[in-house]
């Protein structure tokens, strides 16, 4: 009994204190748990079936797009690592080096792969000789390690779970339009299945991935107003191809270097999801991840006929979402309580009265909606309920990303807003590192991203006042 109180007791307000709540629902919804190695964590049942979830959705797009998926090795010897100058400096602070082999000490060490941009370039050189091999549009979904300083459950550990895509293209311009393709990927999945709005856009030189000549990204605001990168994407031109010495024979019979991208998106997605649909009651899932989606709830359960009627209705639906019948001896309301937390999109709740009138009660998650339903009605009912969660969830987040987005001519003004505010902040830049630091350094906030949809909120630049470039959004960050 002492483990089934625990599990319905009260979470931590998100008003009270947002990251004691954040790590509550973590723990309470059973989606992880501690290792003894630091920084690392146990993905457990419900937290891995919302990733594989993620994973399928995701993986059918890319196969849609003609991506195959292969898997490389953990390790990278020092000396390939080395070969892309600009990628192991930004690399090297974050890098957990192998220098044991059992008891023998190597004569090179190899790095537990932070990205695996260096083993695919290595593979590519063995493999790519002509025109005709081109594209290669490979995926990987796998574990890497990034020695982090400060950690959290999904956000930032040292160990995470993602899928990292790289490809080889004949020309520039069919590498620039991947990369473009497979951001709106991300943008379309964050959207369409996990009902978060997201603003697309290309990273300053200083934010961008090391190596890369150009990196976009989806930022999405969580409920406190904080930006989340949740998915980028790179284009690296032919600097990776000369420094491993990929070549092919081009369509005029001379050799050429192609031109490469990479892209991702990890399990810090599902951080995404617990901070921006989340409420004080846990979990909110959007329907198309959620590992249940209809949980069936038996009432007066011990009396004829109710437990036969939700095996019955359990068989009906399952063909049409992924539904659980509760039969525990636990209490209709700890069962409720249960489910709120793990963030089930619809509750059905049936009962001998409810047999009686050949109808349920179901429940939205999202808004704690009651509908009483005919059971003739369910197979269509349900589904419409389950677009209708999805929707709320997405208008409620655009919502909160409205009235938490503001705009600044000054420094000033920047300034002030941020120290009054979280959110996003629109301003225009110069360009300019010096600035971009500056704005970091006085008024606390890093460049999300300069939106592809860009907006003129002034002509000069936020901070220095010369003539502005392009308008980025500021913004605090996980």
Same mark, same amino acid.
Request: glycine share 6%; charged share 30%; with cysteine.
């Given at each position: 009994?002492?483990?089934?109180k625990?599990?319905?007791?009260?979470?931590t307000?998100?008003?009270?204190?947002?990251? +004691?709540?954040?790590?509550d629902v973590?723990?309470?919804?059973e $989606?992880?748990?501690y290792s003894s190695?630091?920084?690392?964590m146990?993905?457990?049942?419900y937290g891995?079936?919302i990733?594989e979830n /993620?994973? +399928?959705?995701l993986? !059918?797009?890319?196969?849609?797009?003609?991506? %195959?998926?292969v898997a490389m090795p953990?390790?990278?010897?020092?000396s390939?690592? @080395?070969?892309?100058?600009d990628?192991?400096e930004g690399f090297?602070p974050?890098?957990?080096w192998?220098?044991?082999?059992?008891?023998?000490?190597l004569t090179?060490?190899?790095c537990v792969?932070?990205?695996?941009?260096? $083993?695919?370039?290595?593979?590519y050189?063995?493999?790519i000789?002509?025109?005709?091999d081109?594209? +290669? $549009?490979?995926?990987?979904w796998?574990s890497v390690?990034?020695?982090?300083?400060t950690?959290?459950p &999904?956000?930032r *550990?040292?160990?995470f779970w993602?899928?990292e895509?790289?490809t080889?293209?004949? *020309?520039a311009? %069919?590498?620039?339009?991947? !990369? %473009? @393709?497979m951001?709106?990927?991300?943008?379309?999945?964050?959207?369409?299945?996990l009902a978060?709005?997201?603003?697309?856009?290309?990273?300053t030189e200083k934010?961008?991935?090391?190596g890369a000549?150009?990196t976009?990204?989806i %930022?999405?605001?969580?409920?406190d107003?904080?930006?989340?990168q949740?998915?980028t994407?790179h284009?690296?031109?032919?600097? &990776?191809a000369?420094?491993?010495?990929i070549? &092919?024979?081009?369509?005029?019979n001379k050799p050429?270097?192609?031109h490469? *991208?990479?892209?991702g998106m990890s399990?810090r997605?599902i951080?995404? /999801?617990?901070m921006?649909?989340?409420?004080?009651?846990?979990?909110v899932?959007?329907?198309?991840?959620?590992?249940i989606q209809?949980?069936?709830v038996?009432i007066? @359960?011990?009396k004829?006929?109710?437990?036969?009627?939700?095996?019955?209705?359990?068989?009906r639906?399952?063909g049409?979402c992924?539904?659980?019948?509760?039969?525990?001896?636990?209490?209709?309301g700890?069962k409720?309580a249960?489910y709120e937390?793990k963030g089930?999109p619809l509750?059905?709740e /049936?009962g001998p009265?409810?047999m009686e009138?050949?109808?349920?009660? $179901?429940?939205?998650?999202?808004?704690?909606e009651?509908i /009483?339903?005919?059971?003739?009605?369910l197979?269509?009912?349900?589904? @419409?309920?389950?677009q209708a969660?999805?929707?709320g969830?997405y208008e409620?987040a655009?919502?909160?990303?409205?009235n938490?987005t503001k705009?600044?001519t000054?420094?000033?003004?920047l300034k002030k807003l941020a120290?009054e505010?979280?959110?996003?902040f629109k301003a225009?830049w110069?360009?300019?590192?010096e600035?971009?630091e500056?704005?970091?350094e006085? #008024?606390?906030l890093?460049?999300?991203?300069?939106?592809f949809?860009q907006?003129k909120?002034s002509?000069?630049?936020?901070?220095?006042?010369?003539? #502005?470039?392009s308008?980025?959004?500021?913004?605090?960050?996980?």
């Amino acid at each position: 009994m002492a483990d089934q109180k625990k599990m319905v007791e009260a979470i931590t307000s998100m008003d009270e204190d947002f990251a +004691k709540w954040y790590t509550d629902v973590v723990k309470k919804a059973e $989606l992880v748990d501690y290792s003894s190695v630091r920084g690392c964590m146990i993905l457990r049942p419900y937290g891995y079936a919302i990733w594989e979830n /993620i994973q +399928k959705i995701l993986d !059918t797009r890319f196969k849609e797009l003609g991506h %195959e998926n292969v898997a490389m090795p953990m390790f990278i010897p020092e000396s390939l690592l @080395q070969k892309e100058k600009d990628h192991v400096e930004g690399f090297a602070p974050e890098v957990a080096w192998v220098t044991y082999g059992g008891s023998e000490k190597l004569t090179e060490r190899l790095c537990v792969r932070p990205t695996s941009e260096t $083993l695919f370039c290595e593979h590519y050189a063995h493999i790519i000789h002509s025109y005709r091999d081109l594209p +290669k $549009l490979y995926n990987q979904w796998c574990s890497v390690v990034r020695w982090e300083k400060t950690t959290r459950p &999904f956000l930032r *550990t040292m160990e995470f779970w993602w899928q990292e895509g790289h490809t080889m293209h004949e *020309t520039a311009e %069919e590498a620039i339009a991947e !990369t %473009e @393709q497979m951001l709106n990927v991300y943008a379309d999945f964050c959207e369409d299945s996990l009902a978060i709005p997201v603003l697309k856009g290309r990273k300053t030189e200083k934010e961008k991935f090391a190596g890369a000549e150009a990196t976009y990204t989806i %930022e999405a605001m969580m409920h406190d107003g904080k930006a989340l990168q949740s998915g980028t994407s790179h284009y690296f031109g032919d600097g &990776f191809a000369k420094a491993f010495d990929i070549t &092919f024979q081009g369509r005029d019979n001379k050799p050429a270097y192609p031109h490469q *991208t990479s892209w991702g998106m990890s399990t810090r997605i599902i951080g995404a /999801i617990i901070m921006t649909h989340g409420d004080d009651n846990g979990l909110v899932l959007p329907p198309a991840i959620a590992p249940i989606q209809v949980v069936i709830v038996p009432i007066a @359960q011990h009396k004829p006929g109710v437990l036969d009627k939700a095996a019955e209705l359990k068989a009906r639906l399952k063909g049409i979402c992924r539904v659980k019948v509760d039969d525990t001896d636990n209490s209709p309301g700890w069962k409720f309580a249960e489910y709120e937390m793990k963030g089930v999109p619809l509750r059905l709740e /049936i009962g001998p009265k409810d047999m009686e009138q050949n109808q349920c009660v $179901l429940v939205r998650r999202d808004n704690r909606e009651k509908i /009483i339903v005919s059971l003739d009605e369910l197979e269509t009912k349900i589904p @419409q309920l389950l677009q209708a969660v999805h929707d709320g969830l997405y208008e409620k987040a655009r919502q909160n990303r409205e009235n938490r987005t503001k705009t600044a001519t000054n420094m000033e003004e920047l300034k002030k807003l941020a120290e009054e505010n979280s959110g996003f902040f629109k301003a225009m830049w110069c360009g300019d590192l010096e600035c971009e630091e500056k704005i970091k350094e006085e #008024a606390g906030l890093s460049s999300r991203c300069m939106p592809f949809e860009q907006e003129k909120v002034s002509d000069v630049c936020v901070c220095c006042g010369k003539p #502005a470039k392009s308008m980025v959004v500021w913004g605090k960050a996980y």
